[in-house]
């Protein structure tokens, strides 16, 4: 049974006669990422992006085939807000190159996402990106992303040092569940009461509400397109009890369009958004950029530009790559779904 409430997959014929393909280079490189890859439909409700990276897999990749059907073929729920808090988002550069970073965006920042425990890189490197981040911005608040790039003495002896930069919380310090609880646990007892967020751990979970229930974390970080759309995201959040941070996935405006309807849709948003990553990519598909100013998004739809879909068309094999990715990942979605 159906309800109003409920996707009803289209035809995949519909959705591939309006597929564009884009490839927008970033400005810093970021999750290794230095061209961000995109398919973007439109249906009848406005368009949708489709934008796993480029390993995931249909069990994975299939929930973003989901969100984008639901912003192109239903559209999003009634905003509850209008415009929404953002964080600004630091790549884990060096401290030297963190001042560039913050300048892209427009007016003034009141909280900073740093990237931390990046491969390659030591404990000293984070903290002075975190120290220039402090000292550059003395009253924002600062949050860290691991990324589950520590393992359990590492995350516990990194975020002791780090908290001394007074931190809101720190995001995805180890990979497992089991992990964050006892990151969480460790801290507590040495008297350190920094929060953690659970990021990975819910996007990429086959339950999403495990890390609620084993009260692994503090704060959940909530991405629209991996939990398979704006209504599937808020089902999560509602049960989990726990505050949530929506955040997104290195969109172009489209998908970020979709991220801030789901954070228009919550009753409280208690920290900024990560939702501010246009400002990391060095081109869109529209002129009127989904950007924050003084760190408030506005919320609304995005429109793409026929010139800039041109512009940033992805090569004729990279079109038909995306293609066929989107017929596997319908077949395992009308399957699953
Ligand atoms: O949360 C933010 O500030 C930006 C978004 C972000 O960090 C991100 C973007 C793409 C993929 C993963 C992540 C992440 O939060 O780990
Ligand atoms: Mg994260």
């Known amino acids: 049974m159906t309800s109003a409430n409920e996707l009803v997959v289209p035809p995949l014929d519909d959705i591939l006669s309006t597929l564009r393909v884009v490839s927008i280079p970033m400005k810093v490189k970021f999750r290794g990422v230095t061209y961000r890859e995109s398919a973007l439909i439109k249906g009848p409700a406005g368009w949708g992006e489709f934008a796993p990276f480029l390993e995931y897999q249909p069990a994975e990749a299939s929930a973003w085939l989901k969100g984008a059907l639901e912003a192109a073929w239903q559209g999003f729920p009634e905003p509850k807000r209008h415009e929404i808090p953002l964080n600004a988002t630091v790549p884990a550069v060096g401290a030297h190159e963190v001042e560039r970073v913050l300048s892209r965006y427009e007016g003034s920042i009141r909280e900073v996402k740093v990237k931390v425990a990046e491969k390659g890189q030591t404990l000293s490197d984070d903290c002075a990106r975190v120290a220039k981040v402090r000292e550059l911005l ?52 040495k008297g350190n009461s920094l929060l953690i967020a659970a990021d990975e751990s819910v996007r990429k979970a086959e339950d999403p509400l495990k890390v609620a229930q084993a009260k692994a974390a503090d704060v959940l970080i909530i991405k629209a397109a991996p939990l398979g759309g704006i209504r599937s995201a808020l089902r999560i959040v509602e049960k989990s009890g726990l505050p949530c941070v929506i955040s997104s996935a290195l969109e172009t405006s489209i998908g970020i369009s979709a991220g801030a ?77």
């Open 261 to 337: 309807a789901l954070a228009a849709s919550l009753p409280e948003l208690p920290f900024g958004c990560g939702l501010g990553t246009v400002s990391l990519l060095d081109g869109d598909v529209t002129e009127n950029s989904l950007v924050a100013r003084d760190g408030m998004l506005p919320v609304r739809t995005v429109e793409p530009s026929q010139e800039l879909l041109t512009r940033f068309s992805a090569s004729d094999a990279r079109v038909r790559w995306w293609r066929e990715r989107i017929e596997h990942n319908y077949a395992h979605l009308v399957i699953n779904n």
């Open 138 to 189: 003395p009253d924002a608040g600062i949050k860290v992303d691991a990324n589950m790039g520590w393992d359990l003495p590492q995350a516990v002896e990194s975020l002791t040092h780090l908290s001394e930069y007074d931190l809101l919380y720190a995001e995805q310090p180890v990979a497992t569940i089991e992990g964050l609880a006892q990151v969480r646990a460790e801290l507590r007892e």
